[in-house]
C-alpha cells in the first residue's frame, strides 16, 4: 500500500487519535504546530516529522513565512493532504492548498466555516433562519440596523473560536462606545440581534457531500454563559427519535449542503428562540467540536469522530469508500469546570454512569453515559451542585474588545 503524507496543521494541542489514527492506516504524517506547545503529549509514535512556527499572538502565526516553510517542504517531499485540527488552523490550511494546489477546502468555501459574517450571509440567502445581523462598516447601516431592531444586540467577532470576543451590548451609547474603542479593526466584527433560548450543538461526519453521521446535543449553559459569567460547562446529547434531534438534523443538513462541504467534521451550533420557538442558526466550523465534545459523542454513539475522519481523509486519498457504523443509542452526558486544585478529588461524584474523567490541570471533567435520559440529567445536576459548593473557581473574563 502506498504511503501518503499528511500535514496537520494546529496552533492548540488536539487531534491525538486523528493523527494515531492516520498512522495506523499506512500514512507519512507531518505536524506544523506553535513553538510554545512543543512539550505537549503529541502522539510522538504516529507523528514522523514535526516543524514549528512561532505565535505573533495567541494562535496567529506569520502566513507568509508560513508560505515559505512549506515550499521548503515541498521541494523534497510530496504533500497529499494538509488538515486543520483547530478552527484557527483552517484558514492556514485554505492558503496552503490554494497556493500549492492540493486537494480540499480552498479560500473561498472556508469562509463560510470562518467567518461568522460570510456563513450569515450565506445562510440567510439559503433559506435558513439567522438572528437579524449586519456588517458594522457603515455609520448609516448600523444606525438603520439598531433603530428597525430592538436591544439587546451582540457584538461578534467575524473569526474568534467558541464564544471568544463576544459583548453583549443593551443600548445605543454602549454599542457606539464599543464600536470606537475597537478603533481599526472595527472591519473585524459584526452586529447581531440578541435571541434568548436554548443553544443546541451538531457534530457531523460528510463523506462525498453526504452527511453520514450526526450527533445532536444540547447545553445546560451556553458556552457564551461560561465565556463571560463562569460556571459550570454542561451539555447533553439528545435521542435521536426526538422532534429536537430530528429538526437539528434536517437544518444542518440544509446547511452544510449549501455551505458546499464536501467532505470532513463539522461542529455546527442552532438556538431555539423562546419566543417564537423557530431554530436559529449561529455559527458552524470544519472541524471537530472542542471543549471534549468528542468524548460526550463517543459515549453516546460508540463513534470516535476524530477516527472516523480520519478515515474519511484516507479514503479519500486513496479513492476508496467509507462507511460509518451503525452509532450506539446512548444518553451522555458532559461536565467541566475551572476549580482551585489543579488535581480534582473525584471520590464524591463515583457512579456507575460516569465513562471517564478527563485530566484537565485545574478543571473537574466527567463523561456520563446510560440507557436514560433522565438518568443523565440526574447526574450533570447533582454534580454541578457538588461543584459550585465546594470546588467552583471563577476568573473574571478577559475584555477582549478593549484590550
Same mark, same amino acid.
Given at each position: 500500500?502506498?504511503?501518503?503524507?499528511?500535514?496537520?496543521?494546529?496552533?492548540?494541542?488536539?487531534?491525538?487519535?486523528?493523527? =494515531?489514527?492516520?498512522?495506523? +492506516?499506512?500514512?507519512?504524517?507531518?505536524?506544523? #504546530?506553535?513553538?510554545?506547545?512543543?512539550?505537549?503529549?503529541?502522539? *510522538?509514535?504516529?507523528?514522523?516529522?514535526?516543524?514549528?512556527?512561532?505565535?505573533?499572538?495567541?494562535?496567529? *502565526?506569520?502566513?507568509?513565512?508560513?508560505?515559505?516553510?512549506?515550499?521548503?517542504?515541498?521541494? $523534497?517531499?510530496?504533500?497529499?493532504?494538509?488538515?486543520?485540527?483547530?478552527?484557527?488552523?483552517?484558514?492556514?490550511?485554505?492558503?496552503?492548498?490554494? $497556493?500549492?494546489?492540493?486537494?480540499?477546502?480552498?479560500?473561498? #468555501?472556508?469562509?463560510?466555516?470562518?467567518? /461568522?459574517?460570510?456563513? %450569515?450571509? /450565506?445562510?440567510?440567502?439559503?433559506?435558513?433562519?439567522?438572528?437579524? !445581523?449586519?456588517?458594522? !462598516?457603515?455609520?448609516?447601516?448600523?444606525?438603520?440596523?439598531?433603530?428597525?431592531?430592538? @436591544?439587546?444586540?451582540?457584538?461578534?467577532?467575524?473569526?474568534?473560536?467558541? @464564544?471568544?470576543?463576544?459583548?453583549?451590548? +443593551?443600548?445605543?451609547?454602549?454599542? *457606539?462606545?464599543?464600536?470606537?474603542?475597537?478603533?481599526?479593526? %472595527?472591519?473585524?466584527?459584526?452586529?447581531?440581534?440578541?435571541?434568548?433560548? =436554548?443553544?443546541?450543538?451538531?457534530?457531523?461526519?460528510?463523506?462525498? /457531500?453526504?452527511?453520514?453521521?450526526?450527533?445532536?446535543?444540547?447545553?445546560?449553559?451556553?458556552?457564551?454563559?461560561?465565556?463571560?459569567?463562569?460556571?459550570? !460547562?454542561?451539555?447533553? $446529547?439528545?435521542?435521536?427519535?426526538?422532534?429536537? !434531534?430530528?429538526?437539528?438534523?434536517?437544518?444542518?443538513?440544509?446547511?452544510?449542503?449549501?455551505?458546499?462541504?464536501?467532505?470532513?467534521? #463539522?461542529?455546527?451550533?442552532?438556538?431555539?428562540?423562546?419566543?417564537?420557538?423557530?431554530?436559529?442558526?449561529?455559527?458552524?466550523?470544519? %472541524?471537530?467540536?472542542?471543549?471534549?465534545?468528542?468524548?460526550?459523542?463517543?459515549?453516546?454513539?460508540?463513534?470516535?469522530?476524530?477516527?472516523?475522519? @480520519?478515515?474519511?481523509?484516507?479514503?479519500?486519498?486513496?479513492?476508496?469508500?467509507?462507511?460509518?457504523?451503525?452509532?450506539?443509542?446512548?444518553?451522555?452526558?458532559?461536565?467541566?469546570?475551572?476549580?482551585?486544585?489543579?488535581?480534582?478529588?473525584?471520590?464524591?461524584?463515583?457512579?456507575?454512569?460516569?465513562?471517564?474523567?478527563?485530566?484537565?490541570?485545574?478543571?473537574?471533567?466527567?463523561?456520563?453515559?446510560?440507557?436514560?435520559? =433522565?438518568?443523565?440529567?440526574?447526574?450533570?445536576? #447533582?454534580?454541578?451542585?457538588?461543584?459550585?459548593?465546594?470546588?467552583?473557581?471563577?476568573?473574571?473574563? /478577559?475584555?477582549?474588545?478593549?484590550?
Amino acid at each position: 500500500m502506498e504511503e501518503k503524507s499528511i500535514v496537520c496543521i494546529s496552533c492548540y494541542y488536539k487531534g491525538y487519535d486523528f493523527m =494515531d489514527e492516520m498512522k495506523k +492506516l499506512g500514512n507519512k504524517i507531518i505536524l506544523i #504546530t506553535s513553538e510554545n506547545i512543543k512539550e505537549k503529549n503529541w502522539p *510522538w509514535h504516529a507523528i514522523d516529522e514535526v516543524f514549528y512556527m512561532p505565535e505573533l499572538k495567541p494562535s496567529v *502565526w506569520n502566513l507568509d513565512h508560513l508560505i515559505q516553510g512549506f515550499s521548503h517542504l515541498m521541494q $523534497t517531499r510530496k504533500i497529499d493532504a494538509v488538515v486543520a485540527l483547530d478552527d484557527y488552523d483552517v484558514e492556514k490550511a485554505a492558503l496552503i492548498r490554494e $497556493t500549492f494546489r492540493i486537494p480540499g477546502m480552498g479560500q473561498t #468555501t472556508h469562509r463560510y466555516f470562518r467567518d /461568522k459574517l460570510a456563513m %450569515r450571509q /450565506k445562510a440567510k440567502d439559503s433559506g435558513i433562519n439567522v438572528p437579524e !445581523f449586519t456588517p458594522v !462598516f457603515n455609520n448609516d447601516e448600523v444606525n438603520t440596523f439598531i433603530e428597525n431592531v430592538p @436591544a439587546p444586540w451582540v457584538l461578534k467577532p467575524r473569526s474568534e473560536a467558541s @464564544a471568544s470576543g463576544i459583548k453583549k451590548i +443593551l443600548n445605543k451609547e454602549q454599542l *457606539w462606545e464599543a464600536l470606537n474603542a475597537l478603533g481599526e479593526e %472595527r472591519h473585524l466584527f459584526l452586529l447581531e440581534s440578541f435571541k434568548p433560548g =436554548d443553544v443546541y450543538h451538531v457534530d457531523s461526519l460528510t463523506f462525498n /457531500k453526504e452527511v453520514v453521521f450526526t450527533s445532536a446535543s444540547k447545553y445546560l449553559a451556553p458556552p457564551m454563559q461560561v465565556s463571560h459569567e463562569g460556571g459550570v !460547562f454542561r451539555t447533553k $446529547t439528545l435521542g435521536r427519535l426526538s422532534e429536537e !434531534f430530528k429538526a437539528l438534523d434536517e437544518v444542518n443538513t440544509k446547511l452544510l449542503s449549501s455551505f458546499g462541504l464536501l467532505n470532513g467534521a #463539522t461542529h455546527t451550533e442552532f438556538i431555539r428562540n423562546k419566543e417564537d420557538g423557530k431554530w436559529y442558526f449561529l455559527e458552524t466550523s470544519s %472541524r471537530v467540536g472542542g471543549a471534549h465534545i468528542p468524548d460526550l459523542v463517543e459515549a453516546s454513539s460508540n463513534i470516535n469522530i476524530w477516527r472516523e475522519w @480520519a478515515k474519511i481523509e484516507d479514503a479519500l486519498l486513496r479513492a476508496k469508500d467509507y462507511t460509518v457504523a451503525r452509532p450506539a443509542e446512548y444518553y451522555s452526558g458532559l461536565i467541566i469546570a475551572l476549580i482551585k486544585d489543579q488535581h480534582p478529588d473525584y471520590g464524591d461524584f463515583e457512579c456507575d454512569e460516569i465513562v471517564k474523567y478527563l485530566p484537565i490541570d485545574y478543571h473537574v471533567g466527567i463523561v456520563y453515559k446510560s440507557e436514560n435520559a =433522565d438518568v443523565v440529567q440526574e447526574r450533570l445536576d #447533582t454534580a454541578a451542585e457538588k461543584i459550585n459548593t465546594h470546588m467552583l473557581n471563577i476568573l473574571p473574563p /478577559k475584555d477582549k474588545l478593549m484590550s
